[in-house]
């Protein structure tokens, strides 16, 4: 997917930096780019522990940096049980630190560009996946991360955006034996048409940020939601027990855009008065 979004970005015209730890792999994109009469450099720095290093390739090459796509992620399966610390810190950490150390040594560069974009891959396994918990949990933190700095920037220039992308890439093919959802990963679900919606969220003119589900032509803006909450009358395990069958409840899905929302939600139905004893501009 990484390859695509490389090849996409600089069919539109972007100066690319092509990060691959596998450095043949990183040469082999760039040269593809400038075969096509793009412009792209490689570069096969770990994002973990030389993202420095990464982010000086593009300032050197290029003496500006306005656009991160954070891809970088492995994938391995086994119970949490079974695995390994060391592996399951690994896959954690590429999928992870890799993302905050890269936007750690970007970011001061994104804002000074006055038009910078910042896109993390995330995954819909963020929900909850069995045998890839340390790829799941990773995925996660980097949803949490993206919102939480795109709150911190939102008075900046910079545009912060995270993806949870189903496409047919070398780490999804084992994940889909039956031959009629092959069929449809092959042929709808293209890595390419994640790197489309990426390469217009990279665009200074796109105002758009947020979490989205992406996948083919279509993609749908991610929000936490809760279901009505409900109360017992008396914060006793006995009351809790007496009342449970209404946990699980439907009804009308409530979102929660930010923990701010989800506090508020909290307070005002236990304590509606406490909304007259707020200032408004908690509300906003």
Same mark, same amino acid.
């Given at each position: 997917?990484?390859?695509?979004?490389?090849?996409?970005?600089? +069919?539109?015209?972007?100066?690319?930096?092509?990060?691959?730890?596998?450095?043949?792999? /990183?040469?082999?994109?760039?040269?593809? =780019?400038?075969?096509?009469?793009?412009?792209?450099?490689?570069? +096969?720095?770990?994002?973990? !522990?030389?993202?420095? /290093?990464?982010?000086?390739?593009?300032?050197?090459?290029?003496?500006?940096?306005?656009?991160?796509?954070?891809?970088?992620? =492995?994938?391995?399966?086994?119970?949490?049980?079974?695995? +390994? +610390?060391?592996? @399951? @810190?690994? =896959?954690?950490?590429?999928?992870?630190?890799?993302? =905050?150390?890269?936007?750690?040594?970007?970011?001061?560069?994104?804002?000074?560009?006055?038009?910078?974009?910042?896109?993390?891959?995330?995954?819909?396994?963020?929900?909850?996946?069995?045998?890839?918990?340390?790829?799941?949990?990773?995925?996660?933190?980097?949803?949490?991360?993206?919102?939480?700095? /795109?709150?911190?920037?939102?008075?900046?220039?910079?545009?912060?955006?995270?993806?949870?992308?189903? /496409?047919?890439?070398?780490? !999804?093919?084992?994940?889909?034996?039956?031959?009629?959802?092959?069929?449809?990963?092959?042929?709808?679900?293209?890595?390419?048409?994640?790197?489309?919606?990426?390469?217009?969220?990279?665009?200074?003119? !796109?105002?758009?940020?947020?979490?989205?589900?992406?996948?083919?032509?279509?993609?749908?803006?991610?929000?936490?939601?809760?279901?009505?909450?409900?109360?017992?009358?008396?914060?006793?395990?006995?009351?809790?027990?007496?009342?449970?069958?209404?946990?699980?409840?439907?009804?009308?899905?409530?979102?929660?855009?930010?923990?701010?929302?989800?506090?508020?939600?909290?307070?005002?139905?236990?304590?509606?008065?406490?909304?007259?004893?707020?200032?408004?501009?908690?509300?906003?």
């Amino acid at each position: 997917m990484g390859r695509e979004h490389a090849l996409m970005l600089s +069919s539109r015209g972007a100066c690319v930096v092509v990060n691959d730890v596998r450095a043949d792999a /990183a040469i082999r994109t760039a040269e593809d =780019i400038q075969a096509a009469g793009g412009v792209a450099v490689p570069d +096969s720095h770990d994002v973990v !522990t030389e993202a420095s /290093a990464l982010v000086q390739t593009a300032l050197s090459q290029y003496d500006r940096l306005d656009i991160v796509v954070n891809n970088a992620g =492995i994938l391995r399966h086994g119970t949490f049980a079974e695995m +390994s +610390s060391d592996d @399951w @810190w690994q =896959i954690f950490d590429v999928s992870f630190k890799g993302v =905050i150390e890269v936007s750690r040594y970007a970011l001061p560069h994104l804002l000074e560009s006055r038009s910078g974009r910042l896109i993390n891959l995330a995954s819909n396994a963020m929900m909850g996946l069995a045998n890839v918990t340390a790829y799941a949990s990773a995925k996660a933190a980097v949803w949490a991360f993206g919102n939480s700095l /795109a709150l911190e920037t939102r008075d900046s220039n910079l545009q912060v955006s995270t993806l949870l992308p189903v /496409a047919w890439t070398p780490m !999804t093919e084992r994940a889909f034996t039956n031959p009629t959802l092959q069929k449809v990963m092959k042929t709808d679900f293209p890595a390419s048409a994640v790197s489309a919606f990426v390469t217009w969220l990279s665009h200074q003119d !796109t105002r758009l940020q947020g979490s989205f589900e992406v996948g083919g032509v279509s993609a749908g803006q991610l929000v936490p939601s809760t279901y009505p909450r409900f109360k017992v009358s008396e914060a006793t395990p006995e009351a809790w027990a007496k009342d449970s069958q209404v946990a699980f409840q439907d009804g009308d899905l409530v979102p929660l855009r930010s923990a701010r929302e989800s506090l508020l939600s909290q307070l005002l139905f236990v304590a509606p008065e406490v909304k007259s004893e707020l200032p408004r501009a908690f509300f906003t």
